[in-house]
């Protein structure tokens, strides 16, 4: 357990958290996501090249994230970011995922609190938001505009090929989320939250993927206590300090549950 004198926490999450809720990792479905190479689906070249196939894997992921609830790992630390808030302890949250569920969780847990010192920072962006490729303006859209038989009528109107349009600038839309070639979002916040923390912890992340997979290294370097909570080690293992291995709905919520020295 992390004891409560540490003011201020550092959590990395992956697709590992979310196994649990059912979504299939990256790993497990070796590489593939819905039986694409990720090249073919997750860069800007992709999305150039064939914006139906890219939003048709998009769709798919929006239906499987509909279906899927917070496990037990993602309700833990939401309640343990409550915990810290109402101990002024600063306590950021920084996630991999897509797939809505930290945000979900922390709604289910405080629905009437305010969270003054805590942060979730969700570097690759969000498959529940859709972006304007001429102004990038966001919208919330949780919209599937393709199925195995082909477009679907979603939330915002479409081209002839079923491909969504923005209501502001009637461009195509895409989904807001980082593709690999891409920068991850809040990255500055994000350098100076590791710098600076007290204890880091990685929780269910393959450590392939950089930048991510470099800030348990930077925490490291910064003099944090670090840890890894995941069903295998890591290429950074050198640097962690504690290594929790197992699921992470069970190890989460003993890990992070409030402790008096
Ligand atoms: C960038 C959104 C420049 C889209 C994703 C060195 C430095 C910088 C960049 C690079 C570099 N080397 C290579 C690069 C380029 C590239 C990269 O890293 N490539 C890899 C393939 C080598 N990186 C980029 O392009 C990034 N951008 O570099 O910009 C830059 C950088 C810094 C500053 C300025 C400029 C952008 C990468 C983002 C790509 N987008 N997602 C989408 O989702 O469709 S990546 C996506 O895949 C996820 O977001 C996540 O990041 C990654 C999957 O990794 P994990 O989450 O770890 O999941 P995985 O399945 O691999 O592992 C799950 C783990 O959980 C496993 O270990 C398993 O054992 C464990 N587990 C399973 N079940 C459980 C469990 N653990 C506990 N409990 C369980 N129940
Ligand atoms: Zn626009």
Request: hydrophobic fraction near 40%.
């Amino acid at each position: 357990m992390i004891p409560d004198r540490f003011q201020n926490i550092v959590v990395m999450t992956g697709a590992g958290i979310s196994a649990e809720s059912g979504i299939s990792t990256f790993r497990d479905a070796d590489g593939l996501w819905e039986k694409h190479r990720v090249e073919d689906v997750a860069t800007p070249e992709a999305f150039e090249r064939d914006p139906v196939l890219v939003w048709r894997f998009y769709s798919l992921r929006r239906v499987g994230v509909a279906k899927a609830k917070p496990n037990a790992a993602h309700l833990a630390l939401a309640r343990y970011a409550v915990h810290c808030s109402k101990q002024g302890r600063s306590f950021t949250l920084i996630s991999q995922n897509i797939d809505g569920l930290h945000e979900r969780a922390q709604a289910e847990v405080t629905s009437d609190q305010k969270l003054l010192h805590s942060r979730l920072i969700l570097m690759h962006g969000s498959l529940g938001v859709s972006r304007c490729t001429q102004c990038e303006d966001l919208f919330a859209d949780t919209s599937a505009y393709f199925d195995e038989s082909g477009p679907v009528q979603g939330q915002f109107s479409c081209d002839s090929r079923g491909l969504p349009l923005s209501p502001c600038c009637n461009q195509l839309l895409r989904p807001h989320v980082i593709w690999f070639g891409e920068v991850p979002l809040q990255m500055d916040e994000i350098q100076d939250a590791v710098s600076s923390c007290e204890v880091f912890v990685n929780i269910g992340t393959s450590g392939n993927v950089y930048p991510a997979a470099g800030l348990i290294q930077l925490a490291k370097q910064a003099g944090a206590r670090t840890a890894c909570v995941n069903k295998e080690p890591i290429p950074q293992q050198l640097s962690v300090d504690d290594y929790f291995e197992g699921k992470a709905g069970e190890l989460v919520p003993k890990l992070f549950t409030a402790c008096r020295d």
